[in-house]
C-alpha cells in the first residue's frame, strides 16, 4: 500500500509517501509559511530535493501543491491520485479519548474537537490537515496517530499532579506526554537490538531533540514520561525551560510587567539552551562548538541540560525497578556522541560505561555501552513518519 503521512502544523505540512510493504520513502517534502506567502520543497525518491516557492493562501492549496508534486508527469512520484491508498495523519493531542491510533470517522473529529483547548496550537492545525485532506481526497481512508496514544498505559500515580482532585475531574489537567510515537517505535526496536521481547524489557527512551522528553517503557507499556498537560513541562529543551517552579511565571510576569501570555511565551519560545545560553543558540552544533571554545553560556547551557536529563534517567531507573536498557534518539540523541558522554559520564552510580569509540556513531543503530556496563546503552534513530503509515495500513487493511 502507499500510505501518505501528514504532518501538519499552523503554518507548515510535512508530507510522506512511504510503501507499507517495502517500508521505502518514494518521496517527501515540505510546505512552509502557509497562509503568508508559500514555499514547497519535495525531493522524489533517489533524486534531487525540489524547491520551488508558490501561493499557499491555506491548507487546501498546501494539500493541493503536495499532491500536483507526487503525481507530477515528471518529476511526480506516482501517476494519479489513485495510487494513494491511505493517509495518516500525526494528532498532537488526544486527551484520554484515544489510547490508540484510530480510522478517521466524523465522531473522531469531533473527539479531536472535544480535547483542542489541550493544544490550542496543535490540534486546530492537524484538523485543517484532515479536512485538507478529506476535500480533495473523499474516498481514501484515513487514520489518526496520536502523539499522546502511546502514554496512556501511566498509572494514575504518574499522571495525576499534586493539585485538587476537581481540575482533573472536570477539566482532565493531568500529565499526558508527547512524542508517543517516537518513543513506541524506539522502545520496541531497543528491545530487538538487545534481542528480547518487547513484553519483557525495560527500557528509557530518551527522545533529544528540539523538543525532549524520556520516558519509561516497562514490558511494552510506557508507565511515565516527562511532559506534562502540554510539551512544555520535563527537560530543559531547544527554547522551552522544562520544569521551574510555577511560582517563577507569576514572578517574572509582575517584575518584566508581562502579561501571563507573555510570561508563557518566554518560557516556550526564549528559555531552554537558548536562553541559558545567553541567546546564542537553541543548535547543539552551536553550543557544542562554543563549549568547546570555553564560552561560558554555552558551557552553562549543556550542563545544565545533560544534568536535567541525567537526573530523569536516574529516576524513571528507580521508576522501572532497575533499567536494562537506555535509548538515544532524535536530533540530539541520535547525532551528538558530545552530548550522550556529557549523560552517561553523569550515570556512573549505575554502573553504565561508555565505549567511547562506539559512541562516534552519528544517526544509526548502535551499541555505546561498554560490554560490562549493567544498562546497555543504543543509539537509535526514530522513525515516527514510519510508525504513523505502519499503523495506518494496518488499521485499513
Ligand atoms: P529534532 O527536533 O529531532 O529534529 O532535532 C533537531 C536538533 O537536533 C537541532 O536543533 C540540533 O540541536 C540537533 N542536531 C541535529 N544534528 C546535530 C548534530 N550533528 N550534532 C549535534 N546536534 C545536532
Do not use: W
Not at 506567502?37 to 520551488?52: C, H, Q, S, V, Y
Not at 547543539?284 to 571554545?293: M, S, T, V
Amino acid at each position: 500500500m502507499k500510505i501518505l503521512v501528514i504532518n501538519c502544523g499552523s503554518s507548515s505540512l510535512k508530507f510522506q509517501l512511504i510503501d507499507s510493504e517495502t517500508e521505502a520513502v518514494i518521496g517527501k517534502g515540505l510546505c512552509e509559511r502557509i497562509g503568508i506567502d508559500g514555499r514547497l520543497n519535495f525531493t522524489p525518491a533517489g533524486k534531487d530535493k525540489i524547491e520551488r516557492e508558490v501561493a499557499m493562501p491555506d491548507h487546501n492549496e498546501a494539500i493541493r501543491l503536495v499532491i500536483e508534486a507526487l503525481t507530477d508527469a515528471e518529476t511526480g512520484v506516482v501517476k494519479t491520485l489513485d495510487e494513494i491508498d491511505a493517509v495518516g495523519h500525526r494528532i498532537v493531542h488526544g486527551g484520554e479519548n484515544f489510547t490508540k491510533s484510530v480510522v478517521i470517522t466524523d465522531e473522531v473529529i469531533k473527539a479531536i474537537e472535544d480535547v483542542s483547548d489541550l493544544a490550542p496550537l496543535h490540534n486546530p492545525a492537524n484538523l485543517i490537515g484532515i479536512r485538507a485532506c478529506q476535500k480533495i481526497m473523499p474516498s481514501v481512508p484515513m487514520v489518526a496517530v496520536f502523539d499522546t496514544a502511546f502514554h496512556q498505559t501511566m498509572p494514575e500515580e504518574a499522571y495525576i499532579y499534586g493539585l485538587p482532585i476537581e481540575y482533573y475531574n472536570k477539566y482532565k489537567i493531568r500529565r499526558y506526554g508527547f512524542h508517543g510515537t517516537s518513543h513506541a517505535f524506539v522502545s520496541e526496536r531497543v528491545a530487538e537490538l538487545a534481542g528480547k521481547p518487547y513484553d519483557q524489557i525495560k527500557s528509557i527512551v530518551c527522545h533529544l531533540g528540539n523538543g525532549a522528553s524520556i520516558s519509561a517503557v516497562c514490558n511494552g507499556k510506557c508507565i511515565d514520561t516527562s511532559m506534562g498537560l502540554t510539551p512544555l513541562e520535563g527537560l530543559i529543551m531547544g527554547t522551552r525551560s522544562g520544569d521551574v517552579d510555577p511560582s517563577v511565571i507569576n514572578f517574572i510576569e509582575q517584575k518584566e510587567n508581562l502579561t501571563t501570555e507573555e510570561a508563557m511565551n518566554v518560557l516556550n519560545k526564549k528559555s531552554g539552551v537558548y536562553g541559558l545560553s545567553g541567546d546564542v543558540s537553541s543548535d547543539f552544533r552551536d553550543l557544542e562548538a562554543g563549549y568547546r571554545k570555553g564560552d561560558e553560556g554555552c558551557k552553562r547551557a549543556v550542563d545544565a541540560f545533560t544534568y536535567r536529563v541525567a537526573k530523569y534517567i536516574g529516576s524513571y531507573n528507580v521508576a522501572l525497578g532497575g533499567a536494562d536498557v537506555i535509548a538515544f534518539t532524535a536530533g540530539v540523541g541520535e547525532n551528538s556522541g558530545f552530548v550522550r558522554k556529557l549523560v552517561i559520564d553523569r550515570l556512573g552510580a549505575l554502573g553504565i560505561t561508555l565505549d567511547e569509540k562506539a559512541n562516534e556513531v552519528r544517526g544509526e543503530e548502535k551499541m555505546i555501552s561498554t560490554a560490562d556496563s549493567k544498562i546497555k546503552v543504543f543509539v537509535v534513530p526514530t522513525n515516527e513518519e514510519l510508525a504513523i503509515a505502519r499503523d495506518t495500513a494496518a488499521l485499513v487493511k
